[in-house]
């Protein structure tokens, strides 16, 4: 077994690696870029070494600069995560070259799967099924519009090199195909350096069924069953579970055997997933192979009570695989779900900015946080906006699904947008309850999962006047034991008045809406007038912010957290993020004017798809974004005229730049 290892690569995978090896006695080596000097992998590890530059391709994407870091630090060995160079051939090779250890496959292993159409021929040799399709090597738009023609129609464009789902596009028809390829191709270009793409019939209602294998130096392959990763958004997963639900154990056999003469015809060693499409008569189809570890591992690791990188690790160093098939079996369900940093009410946009608040369910045996952030820290623009993945096991699914929804309930996050509670709609939809699942399970019941945001009820209201009120009589005490009088009426917050009740009225500002809540201060406590009616209220606020409070004589509590005027309530299961008005404060800042074309967060212009002059409708592409990681396209609001392109191809724009100058007609 190694004695030192360097792991390149960042965030959650990082963490979830130094975690093994500490437990296995195994030195480790971080690297960092400048933007992550304090991040939480740079903190736990024995050593650190900065890299370059916050952009990944001046940090985490140097080769050189990780196999330096390695030689000056003696590791023998290079854990790349997932991600960044985890699947890069010659990086692989650099390795072997300067005599450490690559943690994963040999090079030979990551070409023959690198290339989707390269990849699909092999496969076919193998005997592994395939999707009907185009994967040659002659990519001229007309011989692309003639195959997916015979293949008929909807077909799926994807990009040969990559995956993530960049580069992937749903065609319906021969008219929009030219607009659909070109996209695809712009976007595989962007991110991998490499514009070929397949073209592969669509399935109209498949699942997304992956087998986790794994394959020793000595000729040895198992498969650690599947994983259903059917529910995702732009092709990218977003819920996780293993086993995959209302599948035989005949399928689940073939599907693995399957895999493992995948990894065969290859000469694969190391952890791989062979991902497949399942068809509802139970055909499936190879789609490709990651020869990587997946972020999805750790449901893997819940149902076989296996570490998959300690398995990495044995077999990197040689040694044989830990168990053989007839030693693998199922315990039990477990569920990952991917908490974002993302916007689910405006398209998903990612978000970047500082945690200011951000807490987890506790650890257990039953449930597990992998996350590479602490509160305080950051979402940058130059890396994924994944905050963590939460992952639940339990006996059976069902039992699985309450122990999500209850782990999803007890996440906060304050700051910036997060999916938290588009994670729990989904955990409780009847379809996901049923296991009805495919891979438009969201489009699907987009309605249901992304509701529009509703007013504050009147708890939410009670609750964010109780933690202001509350505040504010804690810090009068305070003062008041600083004081020179501490029982003088004047140091008090309690409303007192001569010769009358006190009246006082906050005002909590709801999206556009002020909500007004009159109260009166009675003896230890209040009257709130609510919406719904008055209610008489006490409670404690703890400095965490955990409020208790009895409403009327109803018992209930919720975590405040208040940043400046800005007011967050996490209250059964769900958050709601008021604004306090201070009168005294002057007025509000003057509404910006609608309709401006500004760029949604930082980013780079990759297509200026009109011209200065040009008469636009509605709804029609005017620029595309390249943004953490994902293309964002930005469309005219109205019929109109482009007076001015304000920045050209390549330029770099801040959030909320105006990139176009627009009159509506």
Sequence with gaps: MFSKILIANRGEIACRVIRTARRLGIHTVAVYSDADAKALHVEMADEAINIGPAPARDSYLRAEAILDAAKRTGAEAIHPGYGFLSENAAFAEACANAGVVFIGPPASSIRAMGGKSEAKALMETAGVPLVPGYHGEDQSPELLRAEAKRIGFPVLIKASAGGGGKGMRVVTSLEEFDDQLNGAKREAINSFGDDRVLIERYVTRPRHVEIQVFADTQGNCVYLFERDCSIQRRHQKVVEEAPAPNLDSHTRHRMGEAAVSAAKAIGYVGAGTVEFLLDEDGSFFFMEMNTRLQVEHPVTEYITNQDLVEW???????????LNQDQLSIHGHAIEV???????????????????????????AFVRVDTGVRSGDAISIHYDPMIAKLIVWADDRSSAVRRLRTALSQTQVVGLGANTEFLLAIASHP??????LDTRFIERHQTDLLPEPAPAGDDVLALAALGVLLERSAKARDRAAASGDPYSPWAGNDGWRLNDDAHDTLILRDGGTDRPVHLIYRRGGYRLDLPGGAVEATGQLAEDGNLSVDLGGRRTSATIVRRGADITVFHQGGSHRLTLIEPLAGADDAEAPGGKLIAPMPGRI???????????????????MEAMKMEHTIKAPAEGRVEKVRYAVGDQVEDGAELIVFEEA
């Design 312 to 322: 990495q690790l044995r077999v990197a160093a040689g040694g044989p695989l830990p």
């Design 338 to 364: 991917r908490l974002y940093a993302e916007d689910p009410q405006k398209g998903f946009l990612p978000q970047t900015g500082r945690l200011e608040h951000l807490a987890f369910p506790p650890e257990d």
């Design 431 to 436: 379809a996901f309850l049923a296991a009805d």
């Design 606 to 624: 990759i297509a200026v798809l009109v011209e200065t002059g040009a008469d636009v409708t509605k709804g029609q592409p005017l620029i595309v």
